[in-house]
């Protein structure tokens, strides 16, 4: 499979300048995010380095902008930059691990219930209906409110990454649910699964060995696109007030801050980070739909 | 009838007629205030919670004894006038043909329910009653209350104590105040029976509040205004996006950052004035240990070196000039200028030495800090967020770690009613425009007697302060009660009882066609509003 992923698709991306570009611009999102200690110019969660007086600075090339303060400061003197690298790890970390769960889950309902069909099948699949009828955002603020119920708000607060990687995966797994189990029933009829089976092998051994690796396409592409809509959810949760608190600002509570002073004059403490949040789920978005056709056999 | 009929040139201007006719006797669309405000009313029950917005609306509905008139100075309300007939002795004469709103009349048993009614456990209006003995009723419009000591104060705190109909509080079973503390629900929670010129018509927590005159009022109203809506609105360019787009006529929390918006907006205005709330940081100065940090087993605010570390870090000039952008004014005590008692000695803040204050803190056997959560409402006084957050920076560079804990206030003032708290900010406003009500409910011993240390959520227990307090609460002669209040105002400056911040200044924004007294104790007084 690996031998797959990478003589054509490489050859593919190297073709396609505009998944290329998102591809570069992504990568360095995500090492930005994986280690913003080494490249933000500020440690802006130090609350020992932040001054007051520092506070509503206007971007670099703007009068009264400094280029210490490249992108400006918010409204406790915080680096704009630095904050929106830092943010970047939450939002990207959030995204990820929300995707991650929800791949999860989805892959094994999926597998289930391809392979046992019958009485299983239906069962699963009319859950994941259910499912389908709640709009993401409100499965999730359902599942941060029992979070607060049960926590109490200071260590919901302390919790609120996992507790919206769980919202996240709980509310996101149906899509591949459905597609794993589409790929699952097409590869259980096949002769090298029943081979398996003659040779003895159980049924999770033929799941995890044999069918799992044929489907797993599926799921990359549909995964990309999760991805964005996961960060995207986050940042809708943090930007109403749901989600993580101003302390570790994500991408959408630096958003949220912003949006005070939005229209007061100092627009950029909003506008900063709302063009992060766009190029990262932008390059995402663009990364995905190149995924989806490069790796469409009906394309070829 | 065919077509041919129905176009009849006399048919036509009949129908013609008919319709303008109708349109002229419509009658003109009543006229609605709607007012934006951050929070809303936690009950309707006059005497279960004493807070801003809550006295604001109900004001409209119920009314005390004694109102103000616009120079702020006392006026007749329910009652027409007043006088000391002894030394513990106030008589009032009760005002003739008042009706509450459901029919009853106004008699002085009300008066005496009423007063009553405050005194109970459950209401948080006793420090207005804390100092009443009995109520006799002399005659119909006639009652004596009985004062426990000399109270120069009373008719100023009959200024703010709601009149209930006590059959009507009888017949509903709120003879008692709602217990709001353990969220008891009472009849008076949903509904209200007062005085005042409006009546409640609808009430629907946290989204909208319906008032609707009500035609038998006794008083004058500078408007015709038929319905007041209440919206509370906690998220402030929300709140401030509702005036400007024409949703709300009034907003009277208005964020500082939005000022010179509205300024420029056509069609709107904005009226500012001091507000007799000050600001300002408390600590749990009683109990043995930190119950939200980490100290090493201590409890750093009993030190009084901590708690001056604290004052002098807080650099109260750049955050009136930064968070609040100038619509604040920093000072040395938790009452503003506006108050009796005042002196402009306590109007000066403490040096900001961020150096001074980690040698106190390395005095106080604390050289490398400690950990606190400090606790900060979200939604109530101007920009708490940016201020606690502000303040948590200002903290930590003196070496103390500050666990912001935000919450809305619904949350807040219970954790502040249970002494459930290390470190929290804090905010008061004086009801009766004199600093004895800061004096006498925030900084006295929580006796429970008197109304003393009622609102004392720090546990700051100073016995020579009491004992000032005590002397001038019944001092006569205005010089020395003043003399008094100054010098227990300054003993509890120089105790750091609470680290002073800064009196905010009111801000209101409204259309143009709405013009409202803008009063230092942020009460939007709904009978001198006018409105085109």
């Given at each position: 499979m690996t031998a797959l992923l990478r003589a054509p698709l490489v050859r593919d991306l190297r073709g396609d300048r505009t998944a290329l570009a998102a591809c570069a611009v992504l990568l360095v999102l995500l090492v930005l995010a994986a280690v913003p200690g080494m490249l933000a110019p500020h440690a802006v969660f130090d609350l020992r380095g932040l001054s007051l007086l520092d506070a509503f600075r206007p971007p670099a090339w703007i009068d009264g902008g400094s280029w210490k303060f490249p992108l400006g400061t918010d409204d406790q003197g915080r680096d704009m930059l630095s904050a929106i690298i830092y943010g970047l790890r939450v939002s990207v970390t959030v995204g990820l691990g929300g995707v991650a769960l929800a791949v999860v889950i989805g892959v094994t309902v999926g597998l289930v219930a391809g392979y046992a069909g019958g009485f299983i099948d239906t069962l699963l699949m009319r859950i994941?209906?259910?499912?389908?009828?709640?709009?993401?955002?409100?499965?999730?603020?359902?599942?941060?409110?029992?979070?607060?119920?049960?926590?109490?708000?200071?260590?919901?607060?302390?919790?609120?990454?996992?507790?919206?990687?769980?919202?996240?995966?709980?509310?996101?797994?149906?899509?591949?649910?459905?597609?794993?189990?589409?790929?699952?029933?097409?590869?259980?009829?096949?002769?090298?699964?029943?081979?398996?089976?003659?040779?003895?092998?159980?049924?999770?051994?033929?799941?995890?060995?044999?069918?799992?690796?044929?489907?797993?396409?599926?799921?990359?592409?549909?995964?990309t696109i999760h991805l964005g809509v996961a960060i995207l959810i986050e940042a809708t949760l943090s930007f109403v007030g749901l989600g993580i608190p101003p302390t570790q600002p994500s991408l959408g509570t630096l958003i949220r801050v912003g949006?005070?002073?939005?229209?007061?004059?100092?627009?950029?403490?909003?506008?900063?980070?709302?063009?992060?949040?766009?190029?990262?789920?932008?390059?995402?978005?663009?990364?995905?739909?190149?995924?989806?056709?490069?790796?469409?056999?009906?394309?070829? | 009838m065919t077509p041919l009929t129905l176009f009849n040139p006399a048919r036509r201007t009949g129908v013609a007629t008919a319709l303008?006719?109708?349109?002229?006797?419509?009658?003109?669309?009543?006229?609605?205030?709607?007012?934006?405000?951050?929070?809303?009313?936690?009950?309707?029950?006059?005497?279960?919670?004493?807070?801003?917005?809550?006295?604001?609306?109900?004001?409209?509905?119920?009314?005390?004894?004694?109102?103000?008139?616009?120079?702020?100075?006392?006026?007749?309300?329910?009652?027409?006038?007043?006088?000391?007939?002894?030394?513990?002795?106030?008589?009032?004469?009760?005002?003739?043909?008042?009706?509450?709103?459901?029919?009853?009349?106004?008699?002085?048993?009300?008066?005496?329910?009423?007063?009553?009614?405050?005194?109970?456990?459950?209401?948080?209006?006793?420090?207005?009653?804390?100092?009443?003995?009995?109520?006799?009723?002399?005659?119909?419009?006639?009652?004596?209350?009985?004062?426990?000591?000399?109270?120069?104060?009373?008719?100023?705190?009959?200024?703010?104590?709601?009149?209930?109909?006590?059959?009507?509080?009888?017949?509903?079973?709120?003879?008692?105040?709602?217990?709001?503390?353990?969220?008891?629900?009472?009849?008076?929670?949903?509904?209200?029976?007062?005085?005042?010129?409006f009546t409640l018509s609808e009430r629907v927590p946290d989204s909208r509040t319906v008032l609707t005159r009500?035609?038998?009022?006794?008083?004058?109203?500078?408007?015709?205004?038929?319905?007041?809506?209440?919206?509370?609105?906690?998220?402030?360019?929300?709140?401030?996006?509702?005036?400007?787009?024409?949703?709300?006529?009034?907003?009277?929390?208005?964020?500082?950052?939005?000022?010179?918006?509205?300024?420029?907006?056509?069609?709107?205005?904005?009226?500012?004035?001091?507000?007799?709330?000050?600001?300002?940081?408390?600590?749990?100065?009683?109990?043995?240990?930190?119950?939200?940090?980490?100290?090493?087993?201590?409890?750093?605010?009993?030190?009084?070196?901590?708690?001056?570390?604290?004052?002098?870090?807080?650099?109260?000039?750049?955050?009136?000039?930064?968070?609040?952008?100038?619509?604040?004014?920093?000072?040395?005590?938790?009452?503003?200028?506006?108050?009796?008692?005042?002196?402009?000695?306590?109007?000066?803040?403490?040096?900001?030495?961020?150096?001074l204050s980690k040698s106190l803190l390395a005095e106080a056997g604390y050289p490398d800090g400690f950990s606190v959560r400090m606790d900060c409402p979200t939604d109530t006084y101007v920009n708490p967020e940016q201020i606690c957050q502000a303040v948590s920076a200002m903290m930590a560079q003196i070496g103390i770690e500050v666990q912001l804990n935000l919450m809305p206030r619904a949350q807040f003032i219970p954790l502040l009613w249970e002494k459930d708290t290390s470190f929290f900010i804090i905010g008061f406003n004086t009801t009766y425009f004199d600093a004895m009500y800061v004096l006498e409910t925030l900084l006295m011993t929580q006796t429970g007697q008197d109304g003393e240390g009622i609102y004392n959520y720090s546990g700051y227990s100073n016995p020579a302060f009491d004992d000032l307090v005590r002397k001038a609460r019944v001092a006569l002669n205005e010089d020395e009660r003043r003399a008094l209040m100054v010098q227990a105002a300054t003993m509890a400056k120089d105790d750091v009882a609470y680290a002073p911040l800064h009196t905010q200044i009111l801000t209101w924004a409204m259309k143009d066609n709405v013009e409202a007294v803008v009063r230092p104790d942020n009460i939007l007084e709904i009978r001198w509003l006018e409105m085109q």
């Open positions: 994941a209906d259910v499912q389908l009828t709640f709009p993401a955002i409100l499965i999730a603020v359902m599942i941060d409110g029992v979070a607060r119920a049960l926590l109490g708000e200071m260590a919901r607060q302390q919790a609120s990454v996992s507790v919206l990687i769980i919202a996240i995966g709980l509310s996101g797994w149906v899509e591949y649910a459905r597609a794993v189990r589409g790929a699952t029933m097409v590869e259980r009829r096949r002769d090298y699964v029943a081979a398996a089976r003659l040779s003895g092998v159980g049924a999770i051994g033929i799941l995890a060995r044999h069918i799992l690796p044929n489907v797993l396409t599926a799921v990359l592409v549909i995964g949006n005070n002073y939005l229209l007061s004059g100092e627009w950029w403490i909003a506008i900063m980070p709302g063009l992060a949040l766009l190029i990262l789920v932008l390059a995402i978005n663009l990364l995905g739909d190149f995924l989806r056709d490069a790796l469409n056999p009906r394309l070829k | 303008a006719l109708a349109l002229l006797a419509q009658p003109l669309a009543a006229q609605t205030l709607r007012i934006a405000a951050q929070g809303d009313m936690g009950t309707m029950d006059p005497h279960a919670q004493n807070s801003q917005i809550t006295n604001t609306i109900l004001a409209m509905i119920y009314e005390p004894l004694v109102m103000r008139a616009r120079d702020l100075s006392k006026a007749p309300g329910l009652a027409t006038a007043w006088d000391s007939t002894g030394d513990t002795t106030w008589r009032f004469t009760l005002r003739e043909g008042v009706s509450f709103q459901n029919g009853n009349s106004f008699g002085p048993e009300d008066v005496k329910f009423s007063i009553e009614r405050a005194q109970a456990p459950t209401s948080q209006f006793s420090n207005l009653v804390g100092t009443v003995a009995g109520v006799t009723i002399v005659d119909d419009q006639t009652i004596d209350i009985e004062t426990t000591m000399v109270d120069p104060l009373l008719p100023d705190k009959m200024s703010q104590l709601f009149i209930m109909d006590s059959d009507w509080a009888a017949e509903n079973a709120v003879t008692v105040p709602q217990d709001l503390k353990n969220l008891e629900n009472t009849f008076a929670v949903m509904n209200a029976n007062g005085t005042g010129p009500a035609p038998s009022y006794w008083g004058e109203m500078a408007s015709d205004i038929q319905e007041v809506v209440l919206l509370p609105i906690g998220s402030p360019p929300t709140r401030v996006s509702a005036l400007l787009s024409g949703e709300v006529d009034i907003v009277l929390d208005v964020p500082p950052q939005d000022v010179a918006r509205l300024e420029s907006a056509p069609g709107l205005k904005v009226s500012q004035g001091p507000e007799l709330r000050t600001i300002f940081f408390g600590f749990d100065q009683a109990s043995d240990a930190l119950k939200y940090g980490d100290a090493g087993g201590k409890n750093p605010f009993k030190d009084l070196k901590v708690r001056q570390a604290v004052d002098h870090a807080l650099d109260a000039d750049t955050i009136a000039k930064v968070v609040m952008r100038g619509l604040a004014t920093p000072t040395g005590t938790y009452f503003a200028p506006g108050n009796f008692g005042w002196d402009d000695s306590l109007g000066q803040h403490s040096t900001f030495d961020p150096e």
